[in-house]
């Protein structure tokens, strides 16, 4: 789901109290790749490196693609991993050392119940062309885990965000830290429905305009399971590069009684956010 162009400069105004410029869409759509969740990151070598789930033959296919003209053209690349069982939510993140980690949920299930939770780290060494298994951050066979999200933080550690579920109708979003890229990770840390009963969740995070490069702003959606039982879209923020988080607040209010906003993402694009 993406939000329309219309509520980009409203989030924006919503969340800094400054107004900005509409955006407007540029270029014709071009074809990625069949499935979903697709995501696509920019690698040091000018390239494009993006990932999406694909099936076929009831295998759940996490494809990486290449685009070697700034994203009007894709192709194949590579596979990260496919199996039988959930695997989806694909996010990648290039390494200064030019490793590329993706990281994705990898769920066990019998029928259509699960029956264990997991995100995975691959890594590839070659752009995305060849990947091999890294490591297991999050496990455990109660409490679904869904939706990672990558970055590096100021000293070029990684972070891993995701969604962990404490029950069904209430989800927290979580960080877990790497020193030694990707092998081993911390124990988690909640940055934001500690203090709530809700579904936080399809978190994205960036650096704030104005400030330095360790204040941080996170967007997310959250689902009231307790009075409007609709998705709304949140944030909270970091002045310490995402040790801690505070200042929780609505973004966006979707109107009328049925409506839903949901799955936003945000970018830090040369000291101007965009939210979609």
Not at 105 to 127: E, P, Q, V, W
Not at 157 to 162: A, E, R, S
Not at 164 to 173: I, K, L, P, R, V
Not at 220 to 228: G, I, P, Q, R, W
Request: charged residues 15%; contains cysteine; hydrophobic residues 35%.
């Amino acid at each position: 789901m993406f939000l329309k162009f219309g509520l980009v400069a409203a989030l924006i105004t919503s969340v800094f109290g400054v107004d900005v410029d509409q955006p407007s869409l540029i270029g014709n759509p071009a074809i990625f790749g069949g499935g979903t969740y697709p995501r696509a990151i920019k690698l040091s070598d000018g390239n494009l490196l993006g990932v999406y789930t694909a099936f076929s033959g009831g295998n759940n296919i996490i494809t990486a693609t290449q685009s070697t003209d700034q994203g009007s053209t894709w192709i194949n690349h590579g596979t990260v991993t496919s199996g039988v069982g959930d695997i989806d939510n694909p996010f990648l993140l290039q390494l200064p050392t030019g490793r590329v980690i993706c990281a994705f949920r990898n769920h066990s299930k019998t029928g259509k119940s699960y029956t264990f939770y997991r995100i995975t780290i691959c890594y590839s060494d070659d752009n995305g062309a060849t990947w091999e298994f890294l490591s297991e951050p999050a496990s455990g066979a109660t409490n679904g885990i869904w939706e990672p999200f990558l970055r590096l933080s100021t000293s070029n550690n990684i972070q891993l965000y995701y969604s962990y579920e404490n029950a069904g109708n209430d989800q927290d979003s979580l960080l877990r830290i790497s020193t030694d890229g990707g092998v081993t990770w911390t124990s988690p840390a909640t940055i934001s429905g500690a203090d709530v009963q809700a579904r936080d969740g399809m978190l994205g995070v960036t650096t704030a305009p104005g400030g330095s490069s360790s204040d941080l702003i996170a967007i997310f959606e959250s689902l009231d399971t307790v009075t409007t039982h609709l998705f709304t879209v949140m944030a909270v923020s970091s002045s310490d590069d995402g040790a801690s988080w505070e200042n929780r607040r609505t973004v966006y209010t979707p109107t009328g009684s049925l409506n839903n906003a949901g799955a936003p993402q945000i970018i830090n694009v040369g000291g101007t956010l965009v939210v979609g």
